[in-house]
């Protein structure tokens, strides 16, 4: 009798499962069971999400400070999701059976970045707050609850709300900048025949910025890029072969991390046809420089010193930039770029370090050293050669 007792309850079990497993016929391809499940976090609710019920495609992300290294940051969270104008939506905190509503009183202008000012929405958390936007489209929503009091000078617990109108890419063909792409449609962003160098890196951003500030004194900071795998401020994507390429980035509300709601793809659809760099002029930049025949670096894209290499020498398919008699010192970093490179348009500009990459080079010993730096006209491989003097 017992043995059949355990047997029952097994079916039972296994029909349970089965039941809640039970796939439909839906736009998102998953279960809609599954989609009801309501875990414990923060969800956007409402009509204008186009859930007016919890909905595990709303949960938010936990949020990443940019100002403390990328590190997840307590009491922070992010999502990206469509809002349709005019209609209601709110925060909702799932504790259990315990849920708590939030909005702000929400006022539209300028939100400061780590360039431009954009047009968002910004408001205090509040309780039982309805909200509306004036413009359909895609947001990127930061809720920040202040747990450490670095928004009390601000007014505290925060909303921040950007509306995405593009997404650009900044790598190290285009010097970091903003190209924006060609298409963007149902929140699908196209770029057509994109040039990579050989071994290029770069992330997709949005805003024609880096990042979205929370506070005047610019210690909490949300990224307003992607990197791999979708990763806000995440490492660089890399393009291995040089090329023409056509880039789309999709996004599609999902679960779980930013990452989940955007995938990207990459398509060679020709070849880069040879560059002359014979007139381009190179200096170097940067806080590990101790002597300079130039002056102290004086744009917004620069810090610690620069000085002049000047134009280079061609080897073949080779150009060569070479600056003898550099003193360096072993607690700073340092780049090449193009001379003057604030007044440079984005695929005019170059800007890279160690190995060639986006990354500050840097020596183990302070002294004097000869700096090489090489462009393959054909591929365009860049690449940093740092020899200590004889």
């Given at each position: 009798m017992?043995?059949?007792?355990?047997?029952?309850?097994?079916?039972a079990?296994v029909?349970?499962?089965?039941?809640?497993?039970?796939?439909?016929?839906?736009?998102?391809?998953?279960?809609?069971?599954?989609?009801?499940?309501?875990?414990?976090?923060?969800?956007?609710?409402?009509?204008?999400?186009?859930?007016?019920?919890?909905?595990?495609?709303?949960?938010?992300a936990?949020?990443?400070?940019?100002?403390?290294?990328?590190?997840?940051?307590?009491?922070?969270?992010?999502?990206?999701?469509?809002?349709?104008?005019?209609?209601?939506?709110?925060?909702i905190?799932?504790e259990?059976?315990?849920?708590?509503?939030?909005?702000?009183?929400?006022?539209?202008?300028?939100?400061?970045?780590?360039?431009?000012?954009?047009?968002?929405?910004?408001?205090?958390l509040?309780?039982?707050?309805?909200?509306?936007?004036?413009?359909?489209?895609?947001?990127?929503?930061?809720?920040?609850?202040?747990?450490?009091?670095?928004?009390?000078?601000?007014?505290?617990?925060?909303?921040?709300?950007a509306?995405?109108?593009?997404?650009?890419?900044?790598?190290?063909?285009?010097?970091?900048?903003?190209?924006?792409?060609?298409?963007a449609?149902?929140?699908?962003?196209?770029?057509?025949?994109?040039?990579?160098?050989?071994?290029?890196?770069?992330?997709?951003?949005?805003?024609?910025?880096?990042?979205?500030?929370?506070?005047?004194?610019?210690?909490?900071?949300?990224?307003?890029?992607?990197?791999?795998?979708?990763?806000?401020?995440?490492?660089?994507?890399?393009?291995?072969?040089?090329?023409?390429?056509?880039?789309?980035?999709?996004f599609?509300?999902?679960?779980?991390?930013?990452?989940e709601?955007?995938?990207?793809?990459?398509?060679?659809?020709?070849?880069?046809?040879?560059?002359?760099?014979?007139?381009?002029?190179?200096?170097?930049?940067?806080?590990?420089?101790?002597?300079?025949?130039?002056?102290?670096?004086?744009?917004?894209?620069?810090?610690?010193?620069?000085?002049?290499?000047?134009?280079?020498?061609r080897?073949?398919?080779?150009f060569?930039?070479?600056?003898?008699?550099?003193?360096?010192?072993?607690?700073?970093?340092?780049?090449?770029?193009?001379?003057?490179y604030?007044?440079?348009?984005?695929f005019?500009?170059?800007?890279?370090?160690?190995?060639g990459?986006?990354?500050?080079?840097?020596?183990?010993?302070?002294?004097?050293?000869?700096?090489?730096?090489?462009?393959?006209?054909?591929?365009?491989?860049?690449?940093?050669?740092?020899?200590?003097?004889?």
């Amino acid at each position: 009798m017992k043995k059949f007792g355990i047997f029952v309850m097994s079916i039972a079990m296994v029909s349970m499962l089965f039941t809640a497993c039970k796939k439909d016929n839906g736009t998102n391809g998953g279960s809609a069971d599954y989609d009801k499940i309501v875990e414990n976090g923060f969800y956007v609710v409402g009509e204008a999400a186009g859930y007016p019920e919890f909905n595990v495609l709303c949960q938010f992300a936990p949020g990443r400070n940019e100002a403390d290294e990328n590190k997840l940051r307590d009491g922070m969270y992010e999502k990206y999701i469509v809002l349709e104008a005019g209609k209601k939506f709110q925060f909702i905190k799932k504790e259990g059976s315990k849920e708590t509503r939030y909005g702000a009183d929400l006022k539209f202008g300028k939100l400061p970045t780590d360039a431009q000012e954009v047009d968002g929405y910004k408001g205090s958390l509040a309780e039982n707050v309805e909200m509306t936007v004036k413009e359909t489209g895609l947001y990127h929503i930061v809720l920040d609850f202040d747990v450490d009091g670095a928004l009390k000078n601000v007014g505290g617990p925060q909303i921040v709300m950007a509306k995405i109108t593009d997404w650009g890419i900044g790598g190290s063909t285009n010097g970091w900048g903003y190209a924006a792409c060609n298409e963007a449609k149902n929140y699908v962003y196209t770029w057509t025949d994109f040039e990579f160098t050989e071994g290029a890196e770069f992330k997709f951003k949005n805003l024609n910025a880096w990042k979205l500030n929370l506070d005047d004194a610019e210690l909490i900071k949300a990224n307003t890029n992607i990197g791999a795998d979708g990763v806000p401020g995440g490492n660089n994507i890399a393009v291995k072969e040089g090329g023409l390429y056509k880039v789309v980035l999709t996004f599609a509300l999902a679960k779980g991390d930013i990452g989940e709601s955007f995938k990207y793809e990459l398509t060679k659809t020709g070849e880069v046809a040879f560059k002359d760099y014979s007139e381009v002029e190179l200096e170097l930049v940067g806080d590990a420089i101790e002597v300079q025949d130039g002056s102290e670096a004086d744009d917004i894209w620069s810090w610690g010193q620069k000085m002049v290499i000047g134009k280079p020498n061609r080897d073949g398919d080779l150009f060569v930039w070479e600056k003898a008699d550099v003193q360096l010192n072993a607690t700073g970093g340092f780049k090449v770029r193009t001379k003057n490179y604030a007044a440079q348009g984005e695929f005019d500009a170059f800007d890279f370090g160690k190995d060639g990459t986006g990354d500050n080079a840097s020596v183990e010993a302070a002294g004097t050293y000869k700096i090489q730096a090489t462009i393959n006209g054909k591929t365009g491989a860049k690449n940093l050669i740092i020899i200590p003097a004889n």
